[in-house]
Antibody, heavy 119, light 113 residues
Framework: QVQLQESGPGLVKPSETLSLTCSVS????????WNWIRQPPGKGLEWIGF???????IYNPSLRSRLTISVDTSKNQFSLKLTSVTAADTAVYYC?????????????WGQGTLVTVSS | DIVMTQSPDSLAVSLGERATINCKSS????????????LAWHQQKPGQPPKLLIY???TRDSGVPDRFSGSGSGTDFTLTISNLQAEDVAVYYC?????????FGQGTKLEIQ
């Protein structure tokens, strides 16, 4: 059973950096793609970006200048860093596994973690 | 970016009846190289993460009941839920994965009438 668990601070101050980690169990990081998706409270889903197990990543252009996604195969984890956050970055952040057929859609999702940007 | 537009935004259907949700992409998500539509449907119940229902526009994910079906090609797609059950109350999202960014539709809220 593939399981994903997001972890990180639930509260981040404006202009600071949001950092989250996704721990994967029941599956190896390789050879899959690993997605980050977010959902502002009461709103729809936004694809943030994904990373391949080899470290190559594709980001949503709307976030690219502030975003870094990384992978640690030794820990079976991948991470997200979003700099210079504002209230607009307040959302539930999901990590998810890209399917074997195509990494862009996710077949397993974490439960999500709410990150609030506020002073 | 490819824009995904769903209709309606919400609908109410009686138990046992059929629900139909539409999704339109601003450009074709059909690949000429493999003749596949790069379109997925997800179901999100309150307080839960999304769950994959359908990929390649019409292939059900493992364990998804066969009363869920996807159809369409190019820019116009449909999710049909036959014999609606109470547990189908959720928000449904289409998502393309043709080219990054892999955008989602705005969601369609399905309720029981």
């Amino acid at each position: 059973q593939v399981q994903l668990q997001e972890s990180g601070p639930g509260l981040v101050k404006p202009s600071e950096t949001l950092s989250l980690t996704c721990s994967v169990s029941g599956a190896s990081i390789s050879p899959y793609y690993w997605n980050w998706i977010r959902q502002p409270p009461g709103k729809g889903l936004e694809w943030i970006g994904f990373i391949y197990y080899d470290g190559s990543a594709i980001y949503n252009p709307s976030l690219r200048s502030r975003l870094t996604i990384s992978v640690d195969t030794s820990k079976n984890q991948f991470s997200l860093k979003l700099t210079s956050v504002t209230a607009a970055d307040t959302a539930v952040y999901y990590c998810a596994r890209g399917s074997a057929a195509h990494g862009g859609y996710s077949d397993y999702w974490g439960q999500g973690t709410l990150v609030t940007v506020s002073s | 970016d490819i824009v995904m537009t769903q209709s309606p935004d919400s609908l109410a259907v009686s138990l046992g009846e059929r629900a139909t949700i539409n999704c339109k992409s601003s450009q074709s998500v059909l690949s000429s190289s493999n003749n596949k539509n790069y379109l997925a449907w997800h179901q999100q119940k309150p307080g839960q993460p999304p769950k994959l229902l359908i990929y390649w526009a019409s292939t059900r994910d493992s364990g998804v009941p066969d009363r869920f079906s996807g159809s369409g090609s190019g820019t116009d797609f449909t999710l049909t839920i036959s014999n609606l059950q109470a547990e189908d109350v959720a928000v449904y999202y289409c998502q393309h994965y043709y080219s990054a960014p892999y955008t989602f539709g705005q969601g369609t809220k399905l309720e029981i009438q």
